[in-house]
């Protein structure tokens, strides 16, 4: 069965501080992966996907991420983290075909020391 | 071009009571979907309209739980009757027919059943 994996429920980092964000997933086909993020009271918005071609994506507000396929791994990276960074951050695998979804992670909290 | 539009922001019912969400998708997207997320966790389906038929309504609650999307456009979800494990955000997200899951969300509509 298909399913997403975040690892770290929690993170607090130092503004700053470089950051990477852990996602594993499970899934027999060539997956789609996105990242989500969701500050306080608001919904859901794409950081960054991956379809296919170059495994280092580059994503919105200075975030990347990498897929590593032998390692079925698509973690969320940032050299330097903002205050305004913290928020919820969300791993989701695009199942595809007519019925097509999201298969969410649970989700990792990120704060940022000042 | 306008996002995808959710009302009321804020919902506030005693158990038993009933409430409607209403949804307007971007234009032209054929996809839509209704997420319940539970403070703490990760967004689960509810159900998932394509124009407006249902392609997955599995984890719908059916016995209190009504979605609908006349003509193809704006979606209504209802519940009826409330009970205090409703309580939770419902986010409203639409895609693209051909899109291989990139969501757009809308900044959902939060309910809290006393």
């Known amino acids: 069965a298909q399913s997403v994996t975040q690892p770290d429920i929690h993170i607090t980092v130092s503004e700053g501080a470089s950051l990477e964000l852990r996602c594993n997933y499970s899934?027999?086909?060539?997956?789609?992966l996105f990242w989500y993020v969701q500050s306080p009271g608001q919904g859901l918005q794409l950081l960054l996907k991956?379809?296919?071609?170059d495994t280092l994506v580059q994503g919105i507000k200075g975030f990347e991420a990498e897929f590593k396929r032998s390692q079925s791994s698509f973690n969320l990276r940032k050299p330097s983290v903002h205050w305004s960074d913290a928020a919820e951050y969300f791993c989701?695998?695009?199942?595809?075909?007519?019925?097509?979804?999201?298969?969410w992670g649970l989700g990792t909290s990120l704060a940022v020391n000042p | 071009e306008a996002g995808v539009a959710q009302s009321p922001r804020y919902k506030i019912i005693e158990k038993r009571q009933s409430v409607a969400f209403w949804c307007n998708p971007i234009?032209?997207?054929?996809?839509l979907y209704w997420y319940q997320q539970i403070l703490g966790q990760g967004p689960k389906l509810l159900i998932q309209?394509?124009?407006?038929?249902?392609?997955?309504d599995s984890q719908l609650p059916k016995d209190r739980f009504s979605a609908e999307r006349l003509k193809g456009v704006d979606s209504t979800l209802k519940i009826q009757p409330a009970k205090l494990e409703d309580s939770a955000v419902y986010l409203c997200?639409?895609?693209?027919?051909?899109?291989?899951?990139?969501?757009?969300f809308g900044e959902g509509s939060r309910l809290t059943v006393l």
């Open positions: 989701a695998v695009g199942v595809s075909g007519n019925n097509r979804k999201l298969i």
């Open positions: 899934y027999g086909a060539t997956p789609y």
């Open positions: 991956y379809f296919s071609g």
């Open positions: 234009s032209g997207h054929a996809t």
């Open positions: 309209f394509q124009n407006n038929g249902v392609v997955d």
């Open positions: 997200a639409t895609t693209e027919l051909t899109n291989t899951g990139e969501l757009f």
